[in-house]
T-cell receptor, first 117, second 114 residues
């Protein structure tokens, strides 16, 4: 299998506070993890790509100082939304790849619903 | 640059009818193509993938898709729709040599009528 978990599954926070979302690969080592953002009834938009032990690569238009990504181990990546505002409310989904040659599949987590009040 | 176009934001079929969800891609190199399904408030589940092997790909839950290079298409089909197939479906493309980065289509919501 290739299971990816996210924690928490949903979170409500007040405007101005920071929220950390964890993404874990449970039964494999993930060399690369991705963070996506999905607005209601819209597609997934890639926010950043992170590789274990190195700085994340952010997509154009994504504020790296606002969305802090840490990929400290081969099984854990975290996304911290700093000084959250209501417009940051969204569904955040992570995915991971095994990094094996010829395996181009991403395994997705169940998502985290963030609501900023 | 790669891109994905899913024709039809909503598709409605009767239970037992054929399901056809359309996906066209643009890629400068042979692509890898994927179909994912998403149920409300959940992550994405892989239905099937094309990675340059057989052009007709069979996936889970009775779905299949055919890679047609001449038409730059990768349409998803299922012979007989089930109520449990009602969900959002996403087509995605990844180019070899671009790491594992995906580009997703805008999604198609499948409605199944009893």
């Amino acid at each position: 299998g290739a299971v990816v978990s996210q924690h928490p599954s949903w979170v409500i926070c007040k405007s101005g506070t920071s929220v950390k979302i964890e993404c874990r690969s449970l039964d494999f080592q993930a060399t690369t993890m991705f963070w996506y953002r999905q607005f209601p009834k819209q597609s997934l938009m890639l926010m950043a790509t992170s590789n274990e032990g190195s700085k994340a690569t952010y997509e154009q238009g994504v504020e790296k100082d606002k969305f802090l990504i840490n990929h400290a181990s081969l099984t854990l990546s975290t996304l911290t939304v700093t000084s959250a505002h209501p417009e940051d409310s969204s569904f955040y989904i992570c995915s991971a790849t095994k990094g094996l040659a010829g395996v181009y599949e991403q395994y997705f987590g169940p998502g985290t619903r963030l609501t900023v009040t | 640059a790669q891109s994905v176009t899913q024709l039809g934001s909503h598709v409605s079929v009767s239970e037992g009818a054929l399901v056809l969800l359309r996906c066209n891609y643009s890629s400068s190199v042979p692509p890898y193509l994927f179909w994912y399904v998403q149920y409300p408030n959940q992550g994405l589940q892989l239905l099937l993938k094309y990675t340059s092997a057989a052009t007709l790909v069979k996936g889970i839950n009775g779905f299949e898709a055919e890679f047609k290079k001449s038409e730059t298409s990768f349409h998803l089909t299922k012979p007989s729709a089930h109520m449990s197939d009602a969900a959002e479906y996403f087509c995605a493309v990844s180019e070899k040599g671009q790491g594992f980065s995906f580009i997703f289509g805008k999604g198609t919501r499948l409605l199944v009528k009893p």
